[in-house]
Every structure is written in C-alpha cells, then in structure tokens.
C-alpha cells in the first residue's frame, strides 16, 4: 500500500467518523461517539504504552466522580477505576502469558506483607457473614494495590516517570484547590459549608486533607530538590503556599494532626536521634496515658468548644470528646466494631462488611444526631480498627506490620542512600505515608482511589529507591543509563 492510499484511506475514516456523529448528533441526540478517538487513543496505550496509562491516571485520580447510588446499583469513581480495572486485567494477562515479573520487587518485605494480607483477606472470606460483599471488596482492593504498587513500581524505573507520577496529581489536586476555595467563598467560608464544598471531586474534607497532607509533604521535599533552575525552585515553592492554604481551608483537623505527626518524624530523622530513645519515649507515653486514663478523659470531657471557623478554637475542638458531633460518631463507630470484634475475634465479620453489620451494635447513648439506625453511614473510620472487625486481631495486626516494614524500609534506605536526590525522595513517600496512617487512625480511605492510589504508590517509590536508586552516585543518569542498556537489548 503506497503512501498515497494510507492517505486516502484516512481521509475516508474521518470522513465515516464526521458523517456517523452528525447523524448520531441529529437524528437521536446522542453525543458520547465524539469520545470515540480518546477511547480508541487510551486503548492503544493500553497496549504500547503501559507507562503512559499509569500516568494518565494519576492526573485524572483527583478529577475523577464517584458515581453511587443510582437505579442499577452502581458505584463506581469515574473514570479511574475502570481504568485501574483495565490495568489490572491486561497485567494479569501478561503475567499468566509470559510468567515474567521482577523478582527484586517481588520479594521485597513491602510486597510480601501485602501478599499476607491479600491472603488472610481470601481466608476470611470463606468465613464472612456476606462473602459477595467480600469478594467485591478484595477484588476492588486488587485493581487499587496492582496498578498502584506493582505496575507502578515496573514504571518507576525509569525516575522522569516517577517525578511526574507525583506532579501530575499535584497538578489536578491544584485545579481542585482553586474549584474548592472560589466554592466555599461563595458561602462565606463558613464552618458547615467546608465539609462539602469540594465535591463532587471528593466526597468530604476528611479524604480532600488526606490528600493535600500528602502531597504538601512531596512539595516541600521538592523544594531542595538539588539541580533545580530558579523558576522552578519558585513554582515549587508556590505549590507548597497553595496547597498549604488548600490544608487550612479543609478544616480537616485529622490531616493536621497527620502533618504535625510527619513534622515529628522528620525532625527526628534530622537530629539522628537515636531509635532506643524513641521506642523509651513512646513506652513512656503509653504508660502515661494508661496510668492517668480517667484523669484524661475527665479532662477532656471538659473541653466543650464544637468545631469553628476560628482556627485555634477548631484546633481546641480536636480533643471535645463531650458535643462535638464527629468526634462522638467517630467514637460511636469504633465502640461498635469492638463489639463486632468481642462477637467474632479471629476471623471478624468479612472483608468489606462493617458498613452492612455494624448497625445493631451500636449503643443508644453512643448514637449522636449523625448516626443512622440503618447503618447505612460507611465505614469504621480507622484504617486499624476497622480490619479488626472485619478480618480479626490478624488483620490489624498485618496493617500495623505493613506500616512498621513500611517505616523501616524508607528510613533505612533514607540513612544508605550515596545521593541526595534518593535521600530526599524516600524520605518524602516516608513521611507522607506516615501522615496518611496517622491520619488512619482517624479515617480510612483505601477503598477509594483517591488516596489508594498516592498511597500504594508512595510504598513504590520506596521499593524502588531501596532497590534500584539509593546506591547509585547521581540519581539523574539513571535515565539515560536505562535508554543505553535498553538500546544494546
């Protein structure tokens, strides 16, 4: 076929592709068939350009609208987790076809925490009070963890992708920001409006300060990140004034509590203050704690301040334990699934089932005026009392494993990294992740794609800057080493 022909034959399909949408268009008023190109191009990286695919949704994560609640019982965030879906489909597929993966990333103490939990999942599936609930649920988990942590890690080998891997959230996250405040001004920035004011993009400000507690902690590494030219040194530091006024404005008070946690950790990591002191420190926090419990508590039970537009009485409001309404629900729903798991301690309830069985656990004078008798409200809002409910003590206990071989890993490569940009990469997904869990004491976000995906993600970037950067003397050749060795190949 000459060149010629190709044309022609080009021409002939836009021609067909104009002609088909005007009679689509007129005659049954259907628009969806002008997508038709960007599904057909988002197609043909599926199967080229994998890399690109993983990028692409990292940009649409913070853009994307979770779709619930309608006639056919669909819920679903689009257009990101059927593309997470996609990913995850073709890999298994090239997996099961060439029974190829990289065994370093494979093996790595991350990865094989989350095959424990992956499998006490499978397990307590066949002991669940709802198994279809449960098989939905790990299989959701699965397009979340496998795009996210193991492509991931494969793309993050190449470290320009890793770099825009994180921007490119960032850089929607940004157009979120400016949606959010110009929204919550037009009501006066007041205390219940901020609750909601960024949705339909998230579904509450608890997820939206997760997120911006994330990555406000990559924008501050990046701002001395080494080999950087003036203006972008001064955009990144730009990033970091709005995002930071996107935090404050949240008025989420878990993802300041995660901020000031991350804070700690660095300040400790920079005074190489030793890890015996720490762990003494924390014992004697905790024995603290239990030995004054009462006293505590009476004392909290004293503080009345609800939640405010006044920042310091909205910080002052973190600790009432007595009026504050989230602050009771929250409790209210950890009482609950402590029942759950005093009924069931081993295996718990099933994956996924708290928000379908917690209902008749609660108590009366635990129920506040946003509680549901249906228990129809979600989840436990903890990362590590919610799997106690519904996967056992063994479930909570693989979630704290993951977080301490998580830490340990990104501040143990942090220590051995020869150069500063590994040092400064890992020690930022460390800290972010850090501020994530910390927050997940508060809140559970890793059924949604919002925060799975920069959290699995920030875990990659661990295993791969263990694995591939941290001994290397300048990060910035590793491009160019790969397109070398790949060219040889």
Do not use: C
């Not at 002991?127 to 942590?149: A, G």
């Not at 409006?193 to 579904?203: G, I, K, L, R, T």
């Not at 004034?241 to 993802?255: D, E, H, M, N, Q």
């Amino acid at each position: 076929m000459t060149k010629r022909v190709k044309i022609a034959w080009l021409y002939l399909a836009a021609a067909l592709f104009v002609a088909l949408n005007l009679y689509l268009v007129v005659q049954k008023d259907f628009y969806l068939a002008f997508s038709l190109p960007i599904v057909l191009g988002i197609l043909l990286l599926y199967i080229f350009s994998l890399d690109k695919v993983i990028l692409l949704i990292s940009f649409l994560t913070p853009l994307s609208i979770n779709i619930e609640d309608m006639d056919v019982g669909l819920a679903v965030s689009l257009p990101v987790e059927p593309m997470l879906a996609g990913v995850l489909v073709l890999f298994t597929a090239k997996f099961l076809y060439e029974r190829n993966y990289d065994k370093k990333i494979a093996l790595h103490p991350i990865a094989l925490v989350i095959y424990g939990m992956f499998g006490w999942m499978i397990i307590t599936t066949f002991t669940s009070e709802i198994p279809m609930v449960s098989v939905k649920y790990i299989l959701s988990r699965l397009w979340f963890v496998v795009p996210s942590f193991f492509v991931a890690a494969l793309v993050f080998k190449r470290i320009t992708n890793l770099h825009w891997f994180i921007w490119l959230y960032i850089f929607s996250l940004i157009i979120v920001i400016f949606y959010t405040v110009i929204n919550h001004a037009s009501y006066g920035f007041s205390d219940d409006s901020a609750h909601w004011v960024m949705s339909p993009f998230y579904n509450d400000h608890t997820a939206y300060g997760a997120a911006l507690a994330i990555y406000l902690t990559y924008a501050v590494a990046y701002a001395f990140y080494p080999g950087l030219k003036s203006w972008q040194r001064f955009f990144v530091i730009t990033v970091v004034v709005l995002l930071t006024i996107g935090t404050i404005l949240s008025l989420s008070r878990a993802a300041w509590i995660s901020i000031a946690a991350a804070l700690g950790v660095l300040i400790v990591v920079l005074l190489h203050i030793k890890f015996r002191w720490i762990f003494a420190a924390f014992v004697t926090f905790v024995i603290v704690i239990f030995s004054f419990q009462h006293q505590i508590i009476d004392s909290l039970e004293k503080n009345k301040q609800d939640s405010s537009n006044n920042l310091a009485e909205h910080v002052r409001s973190i600790t009432n334990i007595s009026s504050d309404a989230s602050n009771l629900e929250r409790i209210n729903r950890w009482q609950a699934a402590i029942r759950l798991y005093n009924e069931r301690p081993f295996f718990g309830w099933g994956p996924g089932t708290y928000q379908f069985v917690y209902a008749p656990y609660q108590r009366s004078q635990e129920k506040t005026i946003i509680s549901t008798n249906a228990g129809d409200g979600g989840n436990a809002h903890s990362e590590y009392i919610g799997p106690l409910s519904e996967m056992g003590v063994i479930g909570m206990l693989l979630v704290f494993l993951l977080v301490g071989v998580m830490v340990y890993s990104g501040l143990k490569t942090h220590k051995r990294a020869r150069n500063k940009e590994a040092r400064i990469l890992t020690l930022a997904a460390t800290l972010a992740l850090i501020s994530y869990f910390v927050h997940g004491i508060l809140n559970n976000f890793l059924d949604t794609d919002k925060l799975s995906l920069p959290v699995w993600g920030s875990m990659a970037i661990i295993v791969v800057m263990d694995l591939y950067f941290a001994d290397r003397e300048d990060i910035r050749l590793a491009d160019s080493d790969d397109s070398q060795s790949a060219k040889k190949e």
